[in-house]
């Protein structure tokens, strides 16, 4: 059975070459073909099958993205070096030193798993990106492969699945985004959200009323009606659609706080025409075609987004009773949303884009550049998560140049982005011709200007480490403190040491305490206490990272000097991993909230054992708890649970709040709650038209008793009709 399996995959391999528009060399690939075959036979993968049906399947995928010979080559290849008696010479006089390039690069990165352990995760995220810039399909290879495992990874512990899922939502996917490939994002994101949250998954899967092949017909059906009635009127646009994925809704729904009713836009179809008289027209013949929904009509074209976006937006029913989003727009359009605002001078001008996959890799060279004098390895993971999130903003110099930052991003980043002079020298910013605050975040379509000073000895503040979103700015700011300010340094990270000391109630005699010191400069590797603390000072190192290990030190040392009891500190809070929940029977398991009703300390709770993440806790009246437990489906899944005597943690709660509108309602609101030292997580508004206004806050609590002051104290303030909590 084995061998037919093989067989069928090469042979769905070798046709989807021969049916490709790219001319393939299909001899090489055949050689490729055999040798991966005989250098694999014999192996098998986890789940039985034999191993060179990975490499044939990664190559298949390669082939779907219309990669080249020599990728296809590579990807066949891609394991007989790590894992079979081929070397990379070998592959080289084979094939050619390009593709052994190719397999080196992808084995380079395959050997260095990413662990849990921060440090370890960058240094390897680091060689993956530096394996990246040298040649970009190095990368697409590796996305391919991990498409493949990821599909494949029922075999795996449990364990190991959801570190791999981890590491593919955080690294791979936003990847595979970046490169702009969207298919193989989205697949990577639902294989992983599927692992890490099996039940939000289901859930959703289960609330979309068709099933993944008939998602796709229903969008193909969709976009054949559209062009079918455009085509009476002598109109043949461009139709494209979408279903979004289930990472998409997830997202949606639980980092936007919509209900899965609210999201209009699971499926979306695109039309593109040529000018603005035919977009109306489009609009009159689909709302004749389907039926709308009141008040969901958008009309960006005569009132453009500040980003200059400009489209039709209407959402329409099927007759399927199926909502959908239906945009439209022109050529000139569609470019401006797709590529931001530079696109639209360039389709102006009749300028052509630069080549995608070079603007691409320009983009992981600099990322690139900005690494290399980092030396805190926790920087780097927050600067691969921060620089590849999936949203950029785009933002003009006065010049017309346009500048990528991350959402996020300040006046202050855009300028050290331009050049670190600027950001030093920097004294001020304008955009769109106004000043405004050092801490003003910038958005798409802003034209910024920078204000500096060609006073001597100005540099920037402390403050703006604060205040800056990327790691390029928060680096080059630390250099400047570093080069500039070392009386300044050793003062700063004095007084920061001295602080943390004293907070966490390290004491002792002088001597003693010198001594101490001296013992933790020298694991920092400075030479003096000076040079620690001007270390400090300039944020080389981190007071957060070395406290803890510093306190574990000296606690051993107090124990084992046996000072005496009034100098000794108390003793950590305990760590709850748990989350402040007991279960039976069970020691150590892992626990979280179910998002459906959050539950905080004092509420009547039950958990539910999960295929995936351990033990999620619900509220024992909460919709998705069946109200008899001996009729559920799977009864021995439930299980008692009860909450600690003594809860640290803070737990979140949503609360919906119905008021009257008027001015300054939100701003009472969290003022209000600042005043109480209540966290606010999330807070979505919305106006119905009749002069009320309805709130979501979600706030973090540490109990119900907490929680019910939050809501005494808000429904004091003037407007305020009702405060309920809400569990969905
Ligand atoms: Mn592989």
Redesign the pocket.
């Known amino acids: 059975m084995k061998e037919a399996d093989k067989r069928t995959i090469i042979d769905e391999l070798r046709e989807r070459l021969a049916g490709s528009e790219k001319s393939y060399d299909l001899s090489a690939v055949d050689r490729a073909i055999e040798t991966a075959c005989r250098a694999h036979s014999g192996q098998c993968r986890a789940s039985g099958e034999e191993y060179v049906c990975?490499?044939l399947r990664?190559a298949g995928i390669l082939v779907e993205l219309g990669m080249d010979s020599e990728t296809i080559v590579a990807a066949l290849l891609?394991?007989v070096v790590e894992d079979t008696d081929w070397t990379l010479d070998g592959v080289s006089r084979q094939f050619g030193p390009d593709v052994a390039a190719l397999v080196d690069g992808v084995t380079k990165i395959?050997k260095l798993p990413f662990t849990t352990r921060e440090e370890q995760q960058a240094e390897n995220a680091r060689k993956l990106l530096l394996a990246m810039s040298q040649d970009i399909r190095v990368i697409i290879i590796k996305l391919a492969?991990r498409l493949h495992?990821m599909r494949t990874s029922e075999g795996w512990e449990e364990q190991k699945r959801r570190d791999k899922a981890k590491e593919t939502m955080d690294i791979y996917a936003p990847l595979a985004h970046r490169l702009g490939i969207r298919t193989v994002k989205e697949e990577l994101e639902d294989l992983s959200l599927r692992i890490l949250d099996p039940v939000a998954y289901q859930e959703i899967e289960e609330a979309l009323a068709l099933r993944e092949e008939e998602r796709a017909r229903f969008l193909e059906t969709i976009k054949s009606r559209v062009r079918g009635r455009l085509s009476d009127y002598q109109m043949e646009p461009y139709v494209e659609g979408r279903v979004k994925s289930i990472t998409g809704i997830y997202r949606k729904m639980y980092i936007h706080g919509k209900a899965f009713d609210e999201i209009y836009d699971v499926y979306a179809v695109r039309v593109i025409v040529d000018n603005v008289t035919d977009c109306y027209n489009v609009l009159g013949l689909i709302h004749d075609l389907f039926r709308p929904i009141p008040n969901r009509f958008k009309d960006y074209i005569s009132t453009p987004k500040a980003n200059m976006y400009q489209s039709l937006h209407t959402t329409v029913i099927s007759k399927e009773k199926i909502p959908f989003e239906v945009q439209i727009r022109t050529w000139e359009m569609h470019y401006t949303a797709e590529y931001g605002v530079a696109a639209h001078w360039k389709y102006k001008l009749g300028i052509q884009r630069r080549d995608k996959l070079e603007e691409r890799l320009a983009w992981v060279r600099q990322f690139i550049e900005n690494q290399k004098d980092v030396d805190d390895a926790e920087d780097i993971v927050r600067s691969i998560k921060t620089d590849l999130s999936p949203e950029d903003v785009f933002v003009l110099t006065p010049k017309g140049d346009v500048i990528s930052l991350p959402v996020g991003s300040t006046v202050i980043d855009f300028a050290y982005t331009i050049h670190s002079a600027v950001g030093n020298r920097m004294v001020g910013a304008k955009v769109d011709g106004r000043i405004v605050s050092l801490d003003y975040e910038v958005r798409t379509g802003e034209i910024v200007e920078v204000l500096t000073t060609a006073a001597p000895g100005h540099g920037p503040s402390r403050d703006w480490l604060n205040i800056v979103r990327t790691g390029e700015a928060r680096n080059k700011i630390r250099a400047w403190f570093k080069k500039e300010r070392r009386e300044e340094n050793v003062q700063q990270g004095r007084a920061e040491l001295e602080r943390e000391l004293a907070r966490n109630g390290i004491r002792l005699p002088d001597d003693q305490m010198g001594e101490f010191l001296l013992t933790q400069c020298k694991k920092q590797h400075c030479d003096t206490m000076e040079d620690f603390y001007a270390a400090i000072g300039y944020g080389g190192v981190l007071l957060s990272r070395i406290m803890p290990r510093l306190k574990e030190d000296y606690l051993r040392m107090v124990k084992a000097e046996d000072i005496p009891p009034e100098r000794l500190v108390t003793a950590p809070p305990r760590h709850h991993n748990n989350g402040g929940v007991i279960i039976d029977d069970m020691d150590n398991c892992l626990v979280k909230f179910a998002r459906c009703c959050n539950p905080v300390p004092g509420d009547d709770i039950i958990g539910f054992i999960t295929r995936g993440y351990g033990v999620s806790v619900h509220q024992r009246d909460c919709v998705n708890v069946p109200k008899d437990l001996a009729m559920a489906e799977e009864p021995e899944r439930w299980v008692r649970v009860s909450w600690e005597e003594e809860i640290r943690e803070e737990f979140k709660a949503t609360l919906h709040i119905d008021a009257a509108d008027r001015r300054a309602l939100l701003a009472d609101i969290t003022t209000q709650l600042a005043s109480m030292h209540v966290m606010i997580h999330a807070i979505n508004a919305r106006e119905p038209k009749d002069g009320s206004a309805v709130m979501l806050v979600t706030v973090g609590v540490n109990g119900l008793e907490h929680l019910h002051s939050v809501i005494t104290r808000l429904s004091r303030i003037d407007g305020v009709r009702r405060i309920e909590r809400r569990n969905q």
């Open positions: 990975h490499p990664v891609h394991d395959g492969d495992n």
